[in-house]
């Protein structure tokens, strides 16, 4: 066997030293099994870290071979399990993260400069690599996908945590009907032609942009004169994207609305199934007559529900304008937690509008309509009800069972995780190029394979 070993090695060595010649300008970073990793889509990678913002930190590539060697195992397995992911999926993941790129670098012009090459050019080069990601992710999946804990599993891990039981804070499950008030056609029409002056005084040779600049109400593009980049058909409203791919370059739209507010759009350029635009917004807003309205309707909704006529669950299903929270009987999720869909929040984690008034009510209470400002800067009327609330203490398996179970089923599933590791590690060939032999976090990857005697 160490013949063979060594025999292998020289193959290999052999083909990199042959693929660093033909390729110059990249080398291998790694070798695991059958599969190679190009220092180039190291690099790719760091690239993506510094662009969301992150310090430089030479360690980060150590951080990111160590995962793309562990993506690389799972991949090689998959090929032998038959393992695959569909194209569409690939490309569903590809334009997400571009458009998160494109956003967060406040359009497609400035996210090519930074990356010094063409969106469609970088796409096809990460495409690869988040395809081993997407494959790697799925293998994973098919490893722990029947991973499961029982009670005893449950009391057993939680007797194994000794005295480091965690301490839980003040938690409470609480409910909400939000209500946003709705303009009257009337109402609506002043902010309608607002926006249809501006189409006018462009079409009379006042610059888009500058005008954009002055009264378009998208935060995202206003400084950019309404400028968006290049985006394509997944990437805004429906309405939107039918004016913007109906249009030719040139072409301004009428004025049309969304969930949004009112637009006007000029395109800029079209490439192939992308389309460079800018737009104007301009965003209704509601007036003390509306609010009167919703006003009212609150109260009606919260009458009914104090005299029992109507259930918070009922209510929030038939009425609430949240979308997240009212197929939910109105109960908000924590949303450090959502994968659980847990309903119990950690009060410090609640929204200070929200503590304020559940602070004082008692379980089972139901708040008045109270006037309220929402993340995106509506008005609106929301009613609270406060379904239960657990004071502080320290973690015990009579009131914190689904949260002992879900860490005993992480630490099952990684201890699981780390044993099928070890297995592939010391079964396959690995070799990692010496630019990395300071990295700590790959010592256990650059241990001599165990040798059958």
């Given at each position: 066997m160490k013949k063979v070993f060594l025999v292998v090695t020289a193959l290999i060595s052999l083909f990199l030293n042959s693929y660093a010649q033909k390729n110059n300008i990249d080398k291998v970073a790694a070798v695991?099994?059958?599969?190679?990793?190009?220092?180039?889509?190291?690099?790719?990678?760091?690239?993506?870290?510094?662009?969301?913002?992150?310090?430089?930190?030479?360690?980060?590539?150590?951080m990111i071979l160590q995962q793309t060697l562990t993506q690389k195992l799972l991949k090689q397995q998959a090929e032998i399990d038959s393992v695959m992911v569909e194209d569409n999926q690939v490309d569903d993941e590809v334009n997400r993260r571009?458009?998160?790129?494109?956003?967060?670098?406040?359009?497609?012009?400035?996210?090519?400069?930074?990356?010094?090459?063409?969106?469609?050019?970088?796409?096809?080069?990460?495409?690869?690599?988040?395809?081993?990601?997407l494959i790697a992710q799925k293998m994973q999946s098919k490893i722990t996908e029947h991973i499961n804990v029982t009670p005893m599993?449950?009391?057993?891990?939680?007797?194994?945590?000794?005295?480091?039981?965690?301490?839980?804070?003040?938690?409470?499950e609480v409910g909400e009907v939000v209500l946003n008030p709705k303009l009257t056609k009337a109402e609506k029409e002043r902010f309608h032609d607002k926006i249809e002056a501006l189409r006018l005084r462009i079409k009379g040779g006042e610059d888009f942009g500058a005008l954009a600049k002055a009264y378009s109400e998208d935060p995202g593009s206003v400084s950019d004169g309404g400028d968006l980049g290049f985006f394509d058909r997944s990437m805004m409203a429906k309405e939107f994207t039918a004016w913007a791919f109906k249009l030719k370059a040139g072409e301004m739209s009428p004025v049309f609305e969304t969930e949004f507010g009112y637009h006007i759009l000029q395109v800029i350029e079209r490439r192939g199934e992308q389309v460079h635009a800018r737009h104007i917004l301009i965003m209704p807003k509601s007036t003390p007559a509306s609010l009167d309205r919703t006003k009212l309707h609150a109260d009606s909704i919260y009458n009914n529900i104090i005299a029992n006529k109507l259930s918070f669950a009922a209510a929030a299903n038939l009425?609430?304008?949240?979308?997240?929270?009212?197929?939910?009987?109105?109960?908000?999720?924590?949303?450090?937690?959502?994968?659980?869909?847990?309903?119990?929040?950690?009060?410090?984690?609640?929204?200070?509008?929200?503590?304020?008034?559940?602070d004082t009510m008692k379980v089972g209470g139901v708040s008045k309509p109270e006037l309220f400002t929402g993340a995106d800067g509506k008005q609106g009327y929301r009613i609270l009800y406060l379904k239960s609330k657990i004071p502080p203490h320290k973690a015990n398996l009579a009131q914190d069972f689904p949260k002992i179970k879900e860490a005993a089923q992480s630490d099952k599933t990684n201890r699981t995780l780390s044993e099928w590791f070890e297995k592939r590690r010391e079964s396959t060939f690995i070799k990692i190029d010496d630019e990395f032999q300071d990295c700590d976090q790959l010592k256990i990857w650059t241990k001599k394979n165990t040798e059958t005697k």
């Open positions: 695991v099994g059958n599969n190679i990793v190009l220092l180039s889509d190291l690099n790719q990678q760091y690239t993506q870290y510094l662009y969301q913002g992150n310090q430089p930190n030479p360690n980060i590539k150590c571009m458009r998160s790129m494109t956003q967060r670098a406040g359009g497609q012009e400035r996210l090519e400069q930074f990356l010094n090459k063409s969106l469609l050019q970088y796409k096809d080069e990460m495409r690869p690599s988040i395809k081993d990601e599993e449950v009391e057993k891990y939680f007797k194994s945590l000794g005295d480091s039981l965690p301490e839980f804070n003040t938690e409470i009425y609430s304008d949240n979308k997240e929270t009212k197929y939910n009987g109105g109960m908000m999720l924590n949303a450090e937690n959502v994968q659980s869909r847990t309903t119990f929040i950690p009060v410090e984690k609640l929204e200070p509008a929200v503590f304020l008034v559940v």
